[in-house]
Each structure stands twice: as C-alpha cells, then as structure tokens.
C-alpha cells in the first residue's frame, strides 16, 4: 500500500509560479510510475504531466506543455510538479497518482492516489 501526500498549493497570481510536492511511504517508490492530475468544479479528472520509474520518460498535456515540469527524486522518494507562468485556468485540485506500470497515462492504471492540493490562480 503506497501512501501519497502533497503539498505546495495555494493561491497565486496570473503569471506566478507554485511548485508540488508528493511525498509517497513506500521505499519502493522508484518502482512506480507518477502522474500528477487535475480536477476543477464541473470538470473531468485530467492528466497533467507523468513520468517513468526512472524518469527517463515524461508526458505532459497540451495544456501545460512548456509551463510545467515533473520531476521525480527517488532517494526522497518524492515526485514534484513545477508549475510556470500560471493561468487562471489552471485553478484545480490537483493530486498525484502512482502505477506499477513502467510509464502510463491511462488513469485507471494508477492504483494509489493522494488526497490533493488546492491551486487557485487569481486572474
């Protein structure tokens, strides 16, 4: 059972910056894959960026393509989601996610899942 927990959100302005953190239990965490997702009020879950066991291999949604990075440090056994020149509509709740899978964006292939952490963009 892998335990995830994030942190670094809040409320920022257009333009700004915030940078996640997903801190997992398991010492096996670089056997996961990680995904960092999105939901706003009305809105699907949205996968946002995701990157490999080793993370020689990242994603990232058109979206958000050029603005954030993932990152992964598998000593700390932490995930981050650096998040650049923030738009209003980027304002979600966003969790990470973590699969056995090598590297997958399917969402049903991501088994654990944190609780999240709200990130609102004031315009």
């Known amino acids: 059972q892998v335990q995830l927990v994030e942190s670094g959100g809040g409320l920022v302005q257009a333009g700004g910056s915030l940078r996640l953190s997903c801190a997992a239990s398991?010492?096996?965490?670089?056997?996961?894959?990680m995904g960092w997702f999105r939901q706003a009020p009305g809105k699907e879950r949205e996968l946002v960026a995701a990157i490999s066991w080793g993370a020689g291999t990242t994603y990232y949604a058109d979206s958000v393509k050029g603005r954030f990075t993932i990152s992964r440090d598998n000593a700390k056994n932490t995930a981050y989601l650096q998040m650049n020149s923030l738009k209003h509509e980027d304002t979600a709740l966003y969790s990470c996610?973590?699969?056995?899978?090598?590297?997958?964006?399917?969402?049903?292939?991501?088994?654990?899942w944190g609780r999240g952490t709200q990130v609102t963009v004031s315009s």
């Open positions: 996610a973590a699969s056995p899978d090598l590297r997958t964006t399917r969402t049903d292939r991501y088994a654990y």
């Open positions: 398991e010492r096996t965490f670089s056997s996961y894959s």
